[in-house]
């Protein structure tokens, strides 16, 4: 079962996606809040599995609760769930630790997916974001050697699949190989990078271009 808690400041919204989460067998929201001033407390209290956080919420901003929560618990997967589409919003929510980043005009079967996807440890991002975060790396990078990190072939192939939003399961089949195998390759790619997350592996990845000519 994933539980899912949620930070969204308009009713509507909190009762539309109440409804099509309550309706997906496996899923549990355990708690809707209407702002993030005690995110961190909420998380501590409830243990979700994925967070769903709005950007623009009055008082505290969400990418305030993103860090908020990443504090005492950098482990708990974030969605940013928002209709902002500029990359300042998208690379302040990176930044904070944000693990995807799914607009909210989006299909209610890309919301479920994004959902299960960073359940796992997958990195949800809408396409049209993804090819923003993608050109605005590339282009701060432009100065930028291409770095490979000593990663191997298979683990940079990993690793360009981690940037396009792909879960551990949809990698292995993609590749052809176990989901525990891509496990491995991602912990020694964590290592190589020196990182901790999915998040952070694929900013570091987007922004030295180590994928660049896959």
Same mark, same amino acid.
């Given at each position: @079962?994933?539980? $899912?808690? %949620? ?7 909190? *009762?539309?996606? &109440?409804?099509? $989460? ?36 009055? *008082?505290?901003?969400?990418? *305030? ?5 990443? /504090? ?6 974030? $969605? @940013? %769930?928002?209709? +902002? ?5 998208? +690379? ?10 799914? %607009?909210? &005009? ?14 796992? =440890? #997958? ?7 993804? =090819?923003?975060?993608?050109? /605005?790396?590339? *282009?701060?990078?432009?100065?930028? #050697? ?18 396009? #939003? ?9 590749? +052809? ?5 891509? =496990?491995?390759?991602?912990?020694? $790619?964590?290592? &190589? ?7 952070? /592996? ?13």
């Amino acid at each position: @079962m994933t539980n $899912i808690i %949620l930070f969204e400041d308009k009713s509507n919204m909190r *009762e539309s996606l &109440k409804l099509l $989460i309550g309706s997906e067998p496996g899923f549990v929201l355990t708690a809707a809040f209407p702002n993030c001033l005690q995110a961190s407390s909420h998380v501590l209290t409830h243990r979700p599995d994925v967070v769903l956080m709005d950007i623009d919420m009055p *008082e505290l901003s969400g990418i *305030e609760g993103v860090k908020d929560i990443k /504090a005492v618990s950098p482990h708990t997967q974030i $969605i @940013m %769930l928002t209709v +902002f589409e500029d990359d300042d919003k998208i +690379f302040e929510s990176i930044r904070a630790g944000a693990d995807g980043y799914i %607009l909210k &005009k989006s299909i209610p079967t890309e919301l479920i997916g994004a959902i299960r996807n960073a359940a796992i =440890g #997958g990195s949800p991002i809408s396409p049209g974001v993804a =090819g923003k975060v993608l050109a /605005a790396f590339r *282009e701060k990078s432009n100065k930028r #050697g291409n770095s490979s990190f000593e990663l191997s072939k298979r683990e940079r192939e990993v690793l360009e699949l981690l940037t396009r #939003g792909y879960s551990y399961k949809k990698i292995a089949a993609s590749l +052809f190989v176990s989901v525990d195998t891509i =496990g491995s390759h991602i912990k020694n $790619i964590y290592s &190589k990078l020196q990182v901790n997350s999915a998040s952070e /592996a694929v900013a570091k990845a987007l922004r030295l271009k180590i994928v660049d000519d896959l």
